[in-house]
């Protein structure tokens, strides 16, 4: 039954270096879009890119900020899969709404500059924080001995990182050759919520088993006596 | 000194073999050149013909050209293709251009129809620029000119209800297409814009795969349309309007009437009637090709495979 623990206990690692992963993918990948989404109302020029990475970068910066300090306080892999389903949720809006947010933004804001910005606020600020706070957060989870804290760290960052570096090329070089903007977001969103799922149930197993052992344990004490 | 002399040796046979390749057209000079926020801007120039360039490798990238002692008459055939537009209205009062390049079209138009206004639209400021330094384009009462994405501009004309007798799109350069400029979305938006007897042509390609996608997008919005295409450059323009497109009678009689005006300019207008056809009879894209629009328009990728 040990064994049978450890089995399942292994595999929480390189659950947590996917998700991130997938969370660098898809952070890439909305920005990408984001691109896209703001062009019929913004146009495309250089400031729609400034606005856009402003947002990403402001965001996230807030984002790793409130995923450190979130998880000081009993960190567990089913908040973490709860990030993942709020980043998700929180993401829909972007394929949903975006005309209705952005006609009023470029309604009331002639210079198109200060409209990107707001618009990207408005889209991009709420999910992008949530989506910040998962990388903090896997660090807590995955470290455990001081010594190498360092090493899991990078190993994360090239993890989520190289998830981003995909997210970017295939979104721009075929994603958009295949599908419409807002079915990509969707399938964004999905993941998100899967994988944040996933994270849940993964928990859930290991919480049983851990159960199951200790109560074989208190059994096998019992017996004893 | 075996090697030292091969070195030398072969710097001279190599640097001869340079220059001979540089040197056998006559060069063309660089007037001017600056790297803008959008792209480089060249001006070249080569036995009195003055061009823009918008990069240096590429042959397609040749956005106006002129000739500098005789800067009224039109170098490029789309250009004067472009004049096809007159034949679907002969008399436009408001006039939008959207992508200015040397300014070429503004001048002549002005020329042509001298109470005429004519809006002109770019994104580009160092473009308007240059045009204005080395292509004698010109601003007075009538003719302005508007830094401004063109997919703003005409979205912001639509709110304020202002309507144009012609409509010229010309903002696609051979190397980058703005893809929101080719969307339903943005040709419904541009449609706004057309007086009831309004023009709109639009300075397109006519080879690679994107020639499908553009042409069904724009029979969704516009319903048939005419397509003006010589043999001897990829570049097509398209001819709709909001009104059902003029029989050939009514072209023919057009024609007639304008044909001493444009000749000043170097535009045989009776060649561009055998020129046009309609999609009505010649429709050569597939019944069931994608839309460009707003969610799904990969134009800069489909333009590659051509």
Redesign the interface.
């Known amino acids: 039954m040990t064994n049978k623990n450890n089995k399942i206990q292994q595999w929480q690692n390189p659950l947590i270096y996917l998700l991130a992963f997938s969370s660098g993918f898809c952070i890439m990948g909305i920005e990408l879009l984001g691109g896209r989404i703001l062009a019929p109302f913004f146009g495309s020029s250089v400031h729609i890119w400034g606005s856009i990475i402003t947002v990403f970068m402001l965001s996230l910066s807030f984002g790793y900020l409130a995923g450190g300090k979130l998880s000081t306080k009993s960190a567990s892999l089913n908040r973490y899969g709860m990030i993942f389903i709020c980043a998700g949720i929180t993401v829909l809006p972007v394929a949903f709404s975006s005309q209705w947010v952005m006609e009023p933004i470029f309604l009331a804001i002639e210079d198109s500059r200060y409209g990107s910005l707001v618009a990207s606020m408005a889209l991009f600020f709420i999910p992008t924080v949530i989506l910040g706070m998962i990388s903090p957060y896997s660090v807590r989870l995955l470290v455990t001995d001081k010594n190498k804290s360092g090493q899991v760290a990078g190993f994360l960052y090239f993890v989520s990182t190289l998830g981003s570096a995909l997210g970017t090329i295939i979104t721009s070089f075929y994603l958009v050759l295949l599908f419409e903007v807002n079915d990509i977001i969707t399938v964004f969103s999905s993941i998100l919520v899967a994988l944040g799922i996933s994270a849940m149930l993964f928990n859930r197993l290991n919480q049983k088993n851990k159960v199951n052992v200790s109560n074989e344990i208190n059994q096998q004490g019992a017996a004893h006596e | 000194m075996n090697n030292s002399i091969l070195t030398v040796m072969l710097g001279i046979i190599s640097s001869v073999m340079l220059s001979s390749i540089f040197s056998a057209p006559v060069q063309a000079k660089t007037i001017h050149s600056e790297r803008s ?2 792209r480089n801007i060249l001006v070249e120039e080569r036995r009195g013909l003055r061009c823009l360039k918008f990069n240096v490798r590429s042959s397609k990238t040749q956005q106006s050209c002129m000739l500098v002692d005789d800067p009224q008459r039109l170098v490029f055939n789309y250009t004067k293709m472009l004049f096809s537009s007159l034949l679907v209205n002969p008399k436009p009062e408001r006039i939008l251009i959207v992508g200015l390049g040397g300014g070429t079209m503004s001048n002549t138009l002005h020329q042509i129809f001298p109470n005429a206004t004519i809006t002109n639209v770019e ?1 580009d400021p160092a473009v308007i620029k240059v045009a204005r330094e080395y292509f004698g384009f010109f601003e007075n009462e009538h003719i302005t000119s508007v830094v ?5 501009f005409v ?1 912001r004309a639509a ?1 304020k209800k202002k309507k144009y007798d012609w409509i010229i799109l010309d903002a696609f350069n051979g190397d980058y297409i ?3 400029l080719l ?1 339903k ?2 040709l419904q938006e541009t449609k706004q814009l057309l007086s009831s007897n309004g023009v709109l042509s639009a300075n397109t390609f006519s080879v690679s795969d994107l020639y499908n996608f553009e042409s069904a997008t724009y029979k969704a919005v516009f319903g048939d349309f005419f397509n003006v295409r010589n043999n001897r450059n990829s570049n097509r323009i398209i001819l709709t309007s909001i009104k059902p497109l003029p029989d050939g009678k009514l072209i023919a009689e057009r024609a007639k009437a304008l044909a001493n005006t444009l000749a000043v300019f170097d535009v045989n207008i009776a060649d561009l009637t055998s020129q046009m056809t309609s999609t009505e009879t010649v429709q050569d894209w597939p019944e069931n090709t994608r839309l460009l ?6 134009a800069n ?2 333009n590659l495979s051509n």
């Open positions: 926020l959008y994104i401004q994405d063109g997919r703003i979205k709110l703005p893809e929101h969307t979305e943005f629009t707003d969610q799904y328009s990969p990728l489909l």
